[in-house]
């Protein structure tokens, strides 16, 4: 049996994209404005963001969204650990636990429900146009994140 590797794999733009479904980013973009436009929190959007987008294992997005959150002044030692933000609780508010944790179970939905805990905090930490906020940035970075990561989307390159 032979593996292929990613690095083997021919990478697209995401202009190919655009070229070939003309609207489609236009739609997710909309749907990303929407949540811009309630006022969330960005920092935490841009948190959940990459934290999804490693779990989905989506290189472009990754870095897009790394990018994004050290100009919004995320700091570098908290973007290092999100991976592992459950053993580094400390670096991260309840607010950011509990919607990293919102995030990680709705990216997993296939392979199981929301666990009631899980449900409860969110419900108890974030208002109802704060949690549907946040669940729409959830299914916008995971749609975002089944079409650049197949796909194989170049990543932009890394800023400081």
Not at 39 to 50: H, M, R, S, T, W
Not at 67 to 89: F, K, M
Not at 95 to 120: F, K, M, N, P, Q
């Amino acid at each position: 049996m032979s593996t292929t590797y990613a690095s083997t794999i021919p990478h697209l733009e995401l202009s190919d994209l655009n070229d070939n479904l003309p609207g489609v980013q236009d739609a997710l973009r909309e749907m990303g404005k929407a949540v811009t436009d309630t006022g969330f929190d960005k920092q935490l959007i841009e948190l959940v963001k990459v934290r999804v987008s490693q779990i989905n294992g989506c290189a472009y997005c990754a870095q897009l969204h790394l990018n994004i959150a050290r100009q919004l002044g995320v700091s570098q030692a908290r973007l290092d650990l999100l991976a592992v933000w459950r053993e580094t609780s400390r670096r991260y508010s309840r607010r950011e636990r509990v919607a990293l944790g919102w995030a990680e179970a709705l990216t997993d939905l296939a392979h199981r429900s929301i666990a009631a805990d899980v449900y409860t905090d969110a419900t108890e930490e974030f208002t109802e146009t704060e949690l549907m906020a946040l669940t729409v940035a959830i299914a916008n970075i995971n749609a975002w994140n089944r079409i650049c990561g197949p796909l194989h989307f170049s990543p932009p390159e890394p800023t400081s």
